[in-house]
T-cell receptor
Framework: GNSVTQMEGPVTLSEEAFLTINCTYTATGYPSLFWYVQYPGEGLQLLLKATKADDKGSNKGFEATYRKETTSFHLEKGSVQVSDSAVYFCALSDRSGGYNKLIFGAGTRLAVHP | DGGITQSPKYLFRKEGQNVTLSCEQNLNHDAMYWYRQDPGQGLRLIYYSQIVNDFQKGDIAEGYSVSREKKESFPLTVTSAQKNPTAFYLC?????????????FGPGTRLLVL
């Protein structure tokens, strides 16, 4: 079945460092890919998405490119801030059951220090 | 302001008690979803509804029930049959754009067992 694998956290960085959070997926067909962010005690917020191969999603300085050849959707940011500390979830859309659902990775916790 | 609201923020359940979590959206989205999040894990789908008066079981529906009498509302009942209800519950709704679906999440309800 379809699945998403994220790099394990926590990821600890100093402010202004470069961020990469790896995400790879297994899927049949051409799913949409998403990154969601969850701040402590809150729900998930959509960070960015890509709906087809070679699409680049971007938002708030974060970017991710849909790479079908490597089945990856790695999240990057050139200069992180303390306020970026959160848990990041990679997800793909799955219609194999005849309905839309999201398949999530386990999440990667990011801690940014001043 | 358009969005998804969930209430209460925290909910306590006694042994053998049924409790109901509220989810309301004013985004005019057709589809709504309930997910469960356990510590350190991604989200798992409990139930979903694509239109009013219709809903389907997700991956972990046992011990839960839902209704969809209005487009805006999708309440989730955690029954006494759910033996391990302690979790963070997230409601989502979705919009279809260009044939691709995007889900948006509410702020969540944390359920604790007394």
């Amino acid at each position: 079945g379809n699945s998403v694998t994220q790099m394990e956290g926590p990821v600890t960085l100093s402010e202004e460092a470069f961020l990469t959070i790896n995400c790879t997926y297994t899927a049949t067909g051409y799913p949409s890919l998403f990154w969601y962010v969850q701040y402590p005690g809150e729900g998930l917020q959509l960070l960015l998405k890509a709906t087809k191969a070679d699409d680049k999603g971007s938002n708030k300085g974060f970017e991710a490119t849909y790479r079908k050849e490597t089945t990856s959707f790695h999240l990057e940011k050139g200069s992180v801030q303390v306020s970026d500390s959160a848990v990041y979830f990679c997800a793909l859309s799955d219609r194999s059951g005849g309905y839309n659902k999201l398949i999530f990775g386990a999440g990667t916790r990011l801690a940014v220090h001043p | 302001d358009g969005g998804i609201t969930q209430s209460p923020k925290y909910l306590f359940r006694k042994e053998g008690q049924n409790v109901t979590l509220s989810c309301e959206q004013n985004l005019n989205h057709d589809a709504m979803y309930w997910y469960r999040q356990d510590p350190g894990q991604g989200l798992r789908l409990i139930y979903y509804s694509q239109i009013v008066n219709d809903f389907q079981k997700g991956d972990i529906a046992e011990g839960y029930s839902v209704s969809r009498e209005k487009k805006e509302s999708f309440p989730l009942t955690v029954t006494s049959a759910q033996k391990n209800p302690t979790a963070f519950y997230l409601c989502a709704s979705s919009i279809l754009t260009g044939g691709k679906e995007t889900q948006y999440f509410g702020p969540g309800t944390r359920l604790l067992v007394l």
